[in-house]
């Protein structure tokens, strides 16, 4: 399930300014499934730690929260994400995470490149730079191959310690 919100989006120069600052500290991640660019934010304190978290509280709700880290992609010429599910306890993280699920946001206008579709149980997330969406552990996504230019975007993880659903 995948939702969307408009009531507060990332504007374009905070875009620009993620973009701007993380650039240099941006490593690739290639294997069998993946070929992109990314980085883990994981200090509370940082400005981009602040403005998604606000970001979450404003389009979902105040009891809701960002957990552990926002990660900064970049997807260039070739890169993308095969289809994936990340399951309910992210390992890479920690093997002792609340309850959470999956938000995003895109900070390339789609314009700047092409394929680089990012799709959810093989549908194409209706795309929309700045704004916050999300999506359940349990389903499967990936990003198309991009063919021209750069797509840039976030993910991190959002928990309620009591939700059980997926907003």
Do not use: A
């Not at 991640?29 to 070929?35: G, M």
């Not at 981009?48 to 929260?65: E, M, T």
């Not at 680089?116 to 093989?122: A, H, L, P, T, W």
């Amino acid at each position: 399930m995948i939702n969307t919100f408009d009531n507060l989006l990332i504007s374009n120069d905070e875009c620009n300014k993620i973009k701007d600052y993380y650039e240099s500290r941006l490593t690739l991640q290639e294997n069998n499934i993946r070929k992109q660019k990314n980085y883990h934010e994981t200090d509370i304190d940082s400005w981009l730690f602040k403005l998604i978290d606000n970001l979450i509280n404003v389009n979902i709700g105040n009891q809701y929260s960002l957990l552990e880290r926002v990660t900064i992609l970049k997807y260039e010429l070739g890169d993308f994400f095969l289809k994936h599910t990340d399951g309910i306890w992210n390992s890479t993280l920690s093997n002792n995470l609340p309850f959470h699920f999956y938000g995003g946001v895109e900070l390339s206008q789609k314009t700047e490149f092409e394929g680089g579709e990012f799709y959810i149980k093989d549908k194409n997330v209706e795309y929309r730079k700045g704004r916050l969406f999300t999506h359940g552990f349990q389903d499967s996504h990936g990003v198309n191959e991009v063919k021209k230019g750069t797509r840039w975007s976030l993910h991190f993880l959002i928990t309620d310690f009591k939700q059980k659903e997926v907003l």
